[in-house]
């Protein structure tokens, strides 16, 4: 249960990193933000895989640039459904996108998969 508010605090980070950084994305209150990263978590389990499926002949023909377009239709699809979410059109959505995944990744790297922060600690000794 921890991991699941740890990467939820990551996702409303990277929300309000993005909102902050692109123009034309704006999210209004702590609620929306909320509610937009568990929106986003949602979207991204359920519909992104079928999007990717279908769009696969695209994806490949573009070296998998084209998941790049499907996360910024993800990301245009929740603030579609949120009222308090707006984007301005196609490049808010892709900049945004782009902001909320590399903020996910970053932070990803320092999170274990039950959430925890983990912390690598290399010992040994340097030969000469």
Same mark, same amino acid.
């Given at each position: 249960?921890?991991?699941?508010?740890v990467r939820?605090?990551i996702?409303?980070f990277?929300?309000?990193l993005?909102?902050e950084?692109v123009p034309?994305m704006e999210?209004?209150g702590?609620g929306?933000?909320?509610?937009? $990263?568990l &929106? +986003?978590g949602i979207v991204?389990?359920?519909?992104?895989?079928l =999007?990717? /499926?279908?769009?696969l002949p695209?994806?490949i023909m573009t070296l998998?640039?084209?998941l790049?377009?499907?996360?910024a239709?993800?990301?245009?699809l929740? $603030?579609? &459904? +949120?009222?308090g979410?707006?984007?301005s059109?196609f490049?808010? =959505?892709? /900049?945004?996108?782009?902001?909320?995944?590399?903020?996910?990744?970053?932070a990803s790297r320092?999170?274990?998969?039950?959430g925890?922060?983990?912390?690598m600690v290399?010992q040994?000794?340097?030969?000469?």
């Amino acid at each position: 249960m921890p991991g699941l508010f740890v990467r939820l605090s990551i996702s409303i980070f990277g929300l309000w990193l993005a909102s902050e950084i692109v123009p034309g994305m704006e999210i209004s209150g702590l609620g929306t933000f909320i509610l937009a $990263a568990l &929106l +986003l978590g949602i979207v991204n389990a359920l519909v992104r895989p079928l =999007a990717i /499926f279908f769009t696969l002949p695209f994806t490949i023909m573009t070296l998998g640039l084209f998941l790049l377009v499907i996360n910024a239709g993800m990301l245009a699809l929740v $603030a579609w &459904l +949120l009222d308090g979410f707006r984007l301005s059109g196609f490049g808010a =959505a892709f /900049f945004g996108s782009l902001i909320v995944s590399l903020t996910g990744w970053v932070a990803s790297r320092y999170v274990g998969p039950r959430g925890s922060v983990e912390v690598m600690v290399l010992q040994g000794s340097i030969r000469r």
